[in-house]
């Protein structure tokens, strides 16, 4: 069965390191997202990508970067993590507007 | 400044009881998708309206598209505790993909 995952599930990490957290889909789809989710705010969305070697903004991209070198990956980069950058990151799919998107299971991670 | 505005943030029901949620914005959106999601895991998606004043049905969830496709409600029928959850509306507008979403509603339903 096609699906979505992100690893690692939980990562804790220190202030200015580079973090990278996976995301790996097998549905072939070729748009694909970057969201944060913290209490209060919501989901927010970081960065996003409509194909191979297209990658755009979002809301809160400031400190962060990804690349698409293939359909199924988007992996996303802290630079330099802060402790602002502490969330739940979700990663999702959707082959367009109307599919609604298929969510990864998430990544928390804690920098300290 | 959010763009899309859900009500009640919190809501805590006794299990049989009715309940509505509702998603509201001052902008147009051309299709809005509503989504679960439960401790620990990523959103799940229910539906998406994409014509204003449609109305569509899942078992006991009834969702329905404000006629100017500025806001959605979401009314659970005899809700159970399997409907515990967060009760997100996401909202795209134009031909982007791109969703935005609201901060959602957290739904207890007790035995």
């Known amino acids: 069965d096609a699906e979505i995952t992100q690893s690692p599930r939980h990562k804790i990490t220190e202030t200015g390191r580079q973090v990278t957290l996976a995301c790996h889909q097998t549905w072939n789809h070729n748009n694909m997202f970057w969201y944060r989710q913290d209490l209060g705010h919501g989901l927010r969305l970081i960065h996003y990508?409509?194909?191979?070697?297209?990658?755009n903004k979002g809301e809160v991209s400031d400190g962060y970067s990804v690349s698409r070198s293939n359909t199924e990956d988007l992996p996303l980069t802290l630079e330099s993590a802060a402790s602002s950058q502490t969330s739940v990151y979700f990663c999702a799919s959707s082959p367009g507007q109307l599919s609604g998107y298929t969510f990864g299971s998430g990544t928390r991670l804690t920098v300290v | 400044t959010q763009l899309l505005e859900q009500s009640p943030q919190f809501l805590s029901i006794q299990e049989g009881e009715n309940l509505t949620v509702y998603c509201n914005s001052s902008s147009v959106f051309s299709s809005l998708q509503w989504y679960r999601q439960e401790p620990g895991e990523g959103p799940v998606l229910l539906v998406t309206?994409?014509?204003?004043?449609e109305v569509k049905k899942l078992k006991r969830l009834t969702f329905q598209f404000g006629d100017a496709r500025k806001d959605s409600s979401l009314h659970i029928t005899a809700a159970q505790p399997g409907d515990t959850g967060l009760y997100l509306c996401?909202?795209?507008?134009?031909?982007?993909?791109?969703?935005?979403f609201g901060k959602g509603t957290l739904l207890t339903v007790n035995p």
């Open positions: 990508s409509y194909g191979v070697h297209d990658t």
């Open positions: 996401a909202g795209a507008q134009g031909s982007n993909y791109k969703l935005t």
């Open positions: 309206v994409v014509t204003g004043g």
